[in-house]
């Protein structure tokens, strides 16, 4: 089965700090994903990486940046967390070839007060 | 804009009841996805099409390619079926998703 995991389920910040969301997944995978989601608003994409240290914007880059030094761990930044940032992050997989399902993680629902 | 639309985004059913939730989507794709995310839980995929026809257990899943335009049927519905079911396409290495459908199941 593929695994993707997701550093933290909860997580709680105060305004101004520095967020690290740490994804990883087990497949060997080529294309990893990150996302928010929001009531009403559905999965938006931030942004993905089809390669190590390759990285492309999404729907919604603004206030993030990602790092991808490893194949199978892709992780998301948030440089100075704002209120407007509080959502459920999830983290998804694909490959590029076989079925080209996406596999999600549990996803981060983060609170920043 | 949005690439996907689904529709209806709120659905009650009875249990024993046929379900439908149809998803349109304006990009051409390689393959569409049907989702399922349970209150608090993750996403997991249902079916992944391309063309036809899909079943699996009480599940079914259509897609007409000209008229870009998939279907999800629930067969016999259960309170366990309540979810929010998402349609997603894939383009390339980019996948868009629908806003979900918020389905209750009533015993």
């Known amino acids: 089965d593929v695994k993707v995991t997701q550093s933290s389920r909860y997580l709680v910040k105060r305004t101004g700090e520095k967020v690290f969301l740490e994804c990883v997944q087990d497949m060997d995978h080529e294309n990893m994903f990150w996302y928010r989601q929001d009531p009403g608003l559905g999965l938006r994409l931030i942004y993905f990486?089809?390669?190590?240290?390759?990285?492309e914007k999404g729907d919604i880059p603004e206030g993030y940046s990602v790092s991808r030094e490893k194949k199978e761990r892709f992780s998301l930044i948030l440089e100075s967390a704002s209120t407007n940032q509080t959502s459920m992050y999830l983290c998804a997989s694909s490959g590029d070839r076989g079925t080209y399902e996406q596999y999600f993680g549990p996803g981060t629902r983060l609170t920043v007060t | 804009k949005n690439e996907v639309e689904q529709s209806p985004q709120n659905l009650t059913a009875q249990e024993g009841e046929f379900i439908t939730i149809n998803c349109s989507y304006s990009v051409g794709i390689s393959a569409l996805h049907w989702l399922q995310q349970h209150p608090g839980g993750g996403i997991v995929s249902l079916f992944m099409l391309s063309s036809g026809k899909k079943k699996h257990g009480r599940l079914i899943a259509t897609i007409n390619i000209q008229e870009k335009h998939s279907s999800l049927h629930i067969t016999a519905s259960h309170p366990r079926d309540s979810a929010v079911y998402i349609c997603?396409?894939?383009?390339?290495?980019?996948?868009?998703f629908g806003t979900g459908t918020s389905l209750t199941v009533i015993p």
């Open positions: 997603a396409v894939r383009t390339g290495n980019q996948f868009y």
């Open positions: 990486s089809y390669d190590v240290k390759m990285k």
